[in-house]
């Protein structure tokens, strides 16, 4: 009877222990499952620390940004609840732990591998800048913002895509990283535009193009260029400017006469012949200088045998022209020059008189 006793007594308080535990799990857990949500003593509870916490990395992070260093990840989840008493009995599933740093690595490189950085928020459907962005446990990457917003929304910690509840969150910032790459490679491209662009400018006011069309443009460009810098020079000095121009004509026109000069050479036989059958191929018989008919022993003509009034000896140049000698030795006694030219196509001569 006592042993009967004693058993009932047993069973009596485990279905107690039991009873208490199922209550306590139910009235955490059943009534009330947002409990960590929507309880705001204890989002104030919690805000006291993480604003802490916060203030703490945010010293941190702008360390680190003055040294150059990355921004630095953490999970964003407080601490897990204690476990209920009908955990600790194992009469209900423990909850599973927390990831752990390898964990966490895979997860993020499943979210690089499926490029969820470089996509839009799912939720708000925008590009993520520069603004914060959060990991899932699941490898989906949303605004830190919209995620809160859809918490509130929802009542529930739900994965907006696979529904995965609940979820840890973590704090990254791919995307931003990314988006600096991006504007880098943007201001680079620009920079290198712009720098192209100018040298191309250059190259068309140095460099005369091919087509007809551009290489007309690009003259007139040249002389429009030569005409306004003529103008804005007159307003200066025009005598100056006059005078610089007769300086160079002169230098160029002694260069020029130099280089002649050197390059005439005096006629052989055969050549005074080949200058005598020009002569009379042309048929013109008056000096150039008196403009009197020339009359010549060596040279036969209906001229030269019809005009017996005056026989004055003719001189033959190498530039096939007929003078008078005394009108060449005038001429050359009143040029100021050292080796005058021809009188009619000023070149310089040779001469033989016949």
């Known amino acids: 009877m006592a042993m009967r006793k004693s058993l009932t007594s047993k069973a009596s308080n485990k279905l107690v222990i039991t009873s208490v535990a199922f209550q306590d799990h139910i009235t955490r857990s059943l009534q009330h499952p947002n409990f960590s949500l929507s309880d705001p003593l204890l989002r104030c509870k919690r805000k006291a620390p993480r604003n802490a916490q916060a203030g703490g990395k945010g010293a941190e992070r702008g360390l680190q940004r003055q040294d150059g260093q990355e921004e630095r990840e953490y999970v964003l989840d407080s601490a897990p609840p204690s476990l209920t008493l009908a955990q600790k009995l194992g009469l209900v599933a423990s909850p599973a732990g927390r990831l752990t740093e390898d964990e966490w690595t895979q997860v993020k490189s499943r979210s690089v591998q499926q490029g969820e950085s470089a996509q839009p928020c799912a939720i708000c459907r925008e590009e993520f800048c520069l603004q914060p962005q959060v990991l899932l446990s699941c490898s989906h990457i949303f605004h830190r913002a919209c995620l809160q917003a859809f918490e509130r929304f929802s009542g529930r910690k739900c994965c907006p895509i696979c529904r995965k509840e609940p979820y840890e969150t973590r704090v990254i910032h791919d995307a931003a990283r990314l988006f600096r790459q991006q504007c880098a490679t943007r201001i680079q491209a620009c920079w290198r535009g712009y720098v192209a662009r100018k040298m191309y400018r250059q190259l068309r006011k140095s460099i005369c193009p091919k087509d007809k069309h551009l290489r007309r443009k690009f003259f007139e ?134």
Not at 226 to 238: A, G, I, K, P, W
Not at 252 to 274: A, G, H, I, M, Y
Not at 281 to 289: A, L, M
Not at 300 to 319: G, K
């Open 221 to 354: 460009a040249q002389l429009q260029e030569l005409n306004d810098s003529f103008v804005r020079y007159c307003h200066t000095d025009t005598e100056a400017f006059l005078s610089d121009i007769n300086r160079s004509l002169s230098s160029s026109r002694r260069v020029f006469q130099q280089l002649e000069r050197k390059n005439v050479s005096e006629p052989q036989e055969t050549d005074w012949d080949r200058i005598q059958s020009q002569v009379i191929q042309r048929d013109v018989w008056d000096c150039p200088i008196c403009l009197t008919a020339l009359c010549s022993q060596s040279i036969p003509t209906e001229a030269a045998t019809s005009n017996h009034r005056q026989r004055r000896h003719a001189v033959l140049l190498s530039c096939s022209h007929l003078f008078h000698q005394l009108c060449l030795e005038a001429f050359e006694a009143y040029s100021t020059e050292s080796r005058p030219s021809c009188p009619l196509c000023r070149s310089v001569y040779h001469k033989k008189i016949i």
